[in-house]
């Protein structure tokens, strides 16, 4: 074992964030594997996004019961979910019961934010600091700071002008925000601000959408899930975890038919009128093969889509603003909503057309669009995130020789099956770039990878190693194969945060495998079958970096 100073803690890994990804690494590497592990949370308490994320109508988009740990059974027999898609509360509980029920929160600290994560050459070791002025040193990391976690600068300036009160979607206050006789602008319309605009225009006095692009949105169709149907899913858990493993984005959607194209016009709006009512995603991934690979096939989904929102919005004018147009549907993250288009036919409710005219500043009194000034009492910013490579970037991390990430990710972010990074070894960043991440089922997602590094360090140990990283060989392979699978979808036409364009001066990639969950999750496996096919695999020491740009051993 190599000397660490006594000056500086050291724990075998350290996790950072305590979300879905920190419980479980948490539970797998301390209570499995018998390793020292610290878990480091910029929050208060756990959750990761559902800590954060209390918006009004924030709740999840995949089914709550896929949405959730499999990992082990009493836990799954133990929890019932009142609702087919399980609000912000529920899921922050669910949470809460599982770090109380595995005694996980003795192994976290709270209120600390990572800020630097180096690599020590010399004893291959990390050192790990965080924004307490404490460090500490490791073998291992584990990046849980999940895809959505660090927010969009507006491209706006005068916020610190503002005399009303300003709220984030990603930092939204834990106590009860009252709307009641205000006037609200609501600036951006993606996911988060598509649940929160009905339930606000309920309460406020007016509301002010503020939009520039329009997005498809298809409704979410929640339900209450009774005593009777729980009780039928525990007993069928086993058989429901195993198809949903078998699902493109791992839940068990297995309808898709080969081509929109290839039916006639009545067949194709039978299907498509199903999966509308269905909800959920099932438009955008169970319905034609084709949707996301070919643009004629993508426009029938498009165009019927765009007449339901003409049907829903009274309007014409209003109708027109929202409708999608220049982009194929699934190019963007497609929302799932409630009430969303109806909304727009409040009397207390305008939307704000900026995608001409844009936003110039946010004055003392409201909101400025060219000559015209917006004056409302609060305004809700839901202008995004800088996506899937933001939050690891934001730790400042340096790998070999020193080299920081945010330089060898300047033309985009290059890693081998969007798990680990060449020259920044025993790092694993879970559910990162150019893996399925938010194109799949993030729980299901979750325990892949962290099973993936769990088994990856069993592998070491047995062999009397301590370090794995990937090849600089398999990490230019895997950007190559993730690039022409995009290459041969619509996905890259778009200017969408799935290719880093909501980000001024960000590089313009493909930032996710889409090759679906099955095919990636056997990919990862014959990896493994190999070997470890593709990873340099060694003892700490001091060494060469170029050793591992070569083959793999």
Sequence with gaps: MTEIPLSVPYVDVVVVGAGFTGLYALHKFRDEMKMSVRVFEAGGDVGGTWYWNRYPGCRCDVESIFYSYSFDEALQQEWSWSEKYASQPEILRYLNHVADRFDLRKGITFDTRVTALHWDDQESLWTVRTDDGNSLRCRYVISGVGTLSVAKKPEFGGIENFQGEVLFTGNWPHETVDFSGQRVAVIGTGASASQAIPLIAEEAAELLVFQRTPNFATPLANAPIDAEQMRKIKEDYPSLREAARKGFIGVPYDQWLPSALAVDPDERRRVYDDRYAAGGFRLFVDSFQDILYNYDANETLAEYLRERIYERVKDPDTAERL?????????????????????????????????????????ATGVRVGEHTYEVDVIVLATGFDAMTGPILAMDLRGRNGIRLADKWADGPRTHLGLMVNQFPNLFMITGPQSPSVLQNMPMGIEDHVDFACDAINYLHSRDLNIIEPTEQAESMWLALVNAIADLT???????????????????????????????????AEAVAGGYTGFYLSKAQAFDSKAVVGEAV
């Design 323 to 363: 409708v999608p147009k220049g982009y194929a549907y699934g190019t963007k993250r497609p929302l799932l909503e409630t009430d969303y288009f109806e909304t727009f036919n409040r009397e207390n409710v305008r939307l704000i057309d900026v995608s001409e005219e844009s936003i110039d500043e946010i004055t």
């Design 490 to 524: 619509l996905m890259p036409q778009s200017k969408s945060w799935y290719v880093g364009a909501n980000i001024p001066g960000k590089p313009r990639a493909c930032f996710l495998y889409l090759g679906g969950a099955p095919t990636y999750r056997q990919t990862c």
